[in-house]
């Protein structure tokens, strides 16, 4: 059967993520089993024995991953000085050290923002393929050069406007297998492949695509289907043989509610590996809890094999959506500020003593008696290693289990590591507790608290110390300054953040001679899409933004040549991305704008709180805005805004809705309009 699915994109709310009745519902799921309401018990249960098989069989561990994309969820972390940007990676990807990732799924970008911002595509045009513009091969080769054996994973969320026929086509087959190329120009060796994050499927598209890779000579790249909430995927394959030969894994969004993780019988059937190919979402500080359960469940209920986190790092500005989510956080490249919490070491708990290729051993995996879950796995082997993972997030008092190996597994004492999930405190995350020696019978015995992970384990881990000389967090300086010279053509500049488009370094296009604001040297700030993209989410038009969204007082300028038609904006006090705005439910940034259009006209405007625009000034240049620059300035100086155009004051307004917020540029329209000498003075 081949068909585009038609049912609701997953991640529990539409593709702009803008559905939080049902994550508030299941938050309050989550509230009726945390330790905080659950540690009032004191007894303990009896000792539930657990009977490690050496011989036991299970499903083959596929590895526990984080993505980078979903939209610029990395981007702030490449402009990270050092040497706090390489112990960030050393936290994500280093064996031993940190989270200890064993997959990297990374957006296949396409300029066009799919939730947190728009990431590069490699090929804008059909007859031209850039492999080197934006950051995942650096993060890629970054997480390669860390963990040589990590997996990746590559998963579009857009397509360039070109496609003839949409995104699922012949010319998308032929954009990803280009994708692939370049991964091979870098040394990259790609591992699995999906279609379409949270936008359905073709089945017959995932036969060409199958196709097309054995073509290219990537017949060893997986397919994945189809990076969707629910199950109804694997039925489809399960009634088209053709779509099922097509694809290697099922890989599904968000399986789980807060105690029990789906499953079907028609994807068990399958005999292919069952990934929760994008899941997580929690708050790096917060969310511990959640994701524990979540980790274990998805096997013990689900039989998944593979967990991959949304996100990898919180590393955007803190005024676009879903803040604070990732297993870390590095949004101030401007101090090397890096903050860690008790999520990244629940990875940790089951990444550093697991390898992709070990196998669950279901006859050691189950409920605890007295509330929680444990799942053990196995190394291959003739000399085979094995770890047990607790989770006690269930529970109200604590437990006691004994741990008993058979076979030809190791018979001495078990390294213990634990995470208390709620703890404020480091001192609580990844703790290596005494060794656990076995007793006469060869029984491993401990006592698990309500409200931890515990890791009992015959391979060594470790916990770096890096982050606890990170830099203090601290206010972006001021004055800043961007005149754009410094970079290669194509770069992105320094700090800055595309929402929507693609915003480079370009050569500066010069105005007719006899125009005052005439410039032809050096570079400038130029947006590169010319033809609107196939979308994920709603931006309506180009988007970037930078600065620090503490700033109170300032006055941001920036010079701009409006090409030919269309709008060029500059943003001051913005605070916050809000979705679902006006006739066309479009994603809109909260702040000040001030607008100059190609006939000269202006505006100074404010999108306020209530969602609603209101202009707060308005007029007309005496001459045509378009194809000649002019400066543009917004000045805050407490409730007191003025906007000056080519230094003169043309308006001075008294508005107290917003009283900090970062800066930014904006167009209406996909023109290679362009912005120079970027500056903010206090």
Known sequence: MSRTSSRSPGR???????????????????AAVTPAAAHAGTGTTPVQPITVDGAGTGRVFDGIGAISGGGGTSRLLVDYPEPQRGQILDYLFKPGYGASLQILKVEIGADTNSSNGAEPSHMRTPDKVDCDRGYEWWLMKEAQKRNPRIDFYGL???????????????????????????ADRHGLDIDYLGGWNEKGWDAAWYGDLKKA??????????????????????TDMAQDPAFDAATDVVGIHYPCSAVHCSSSQDALDLGKPLFASESGWNNYLTGATRLAAEMNHEYVDSRITAFINWPAVYAWYPTV??????????????????????TLWTIAQTAQFTRPGWRYVDSASGYLDGGGTYVTLRSPGPDPQYTTVFETTGATEAQSVSVTPTGRLPRGALHRWSTTLESTDPADWFVRGPDVRPDAKGAHSVTLAPGTVTTLTTVPGGKGTAADK?????????????????YRTTDTARYLSDMEGAFEAARCTPAPAAAAGSRGTGRCLRQVVTTEPTKWSRVASPLTLTGDSRWTDYTVSARTLIDGTGTASLLGRVVNQVNNVGTGRVNVWQGYYLDLSADGSWSLKVLAPDRTTRILASGSLPGPGA?????????????????RIDGAEVARVTDATYGHGQIGLALDSYTTSEFDDLTVTP
């Not at 529990?12 to 989550?30: M, N, P, T």
């Not at 959506?321 to 008790?342: F, V």
């Not at 194809?627 to 906007?643: K, M, P, Q, V, Y």
Request: aromatic letters at 12%; a negative charge.
């Open 627 to 643: 194809d000649t620059w002019h400066r543009l300035s917004l000045g805050f100086s407490g409730d007191t805004i003025t906007a």
């Open 321 to 342: 959506q879903m803040q604070d989510s990732g297993l870390l956080q590095a949004n101030e490249p401007w101090t090397g500020h890096y903050e860690l919490g008790p």
């Open 213 to 234: 890779l054995v073509r290219s000579g990537h017949g060893d790249v997986k397919v994945v289907a189809a990076d969707n909430a629910g199950w109804d995927v694997a």
């Open 12 to 30: 529990w709310w539409s593709g702009s993520r803008a559905g939080r009745a049902v994550c508030a519902l299941l938050l309050a799921c989550l």
């Open 470 to 486: 990170a830099p203090a967090a601290r206010t972006m300086t001021l004055p800043y300054r961007d005149t754009f010279d410094s």
């Open 156 to 182: 579009a969320w857009g397509a360039p406007g070109w496609f003839e026929g949409g995104f699922w086509s012949a010319d998308n087959v032929a954009y990803l297998t280009e994708w692939l190329g370049c």
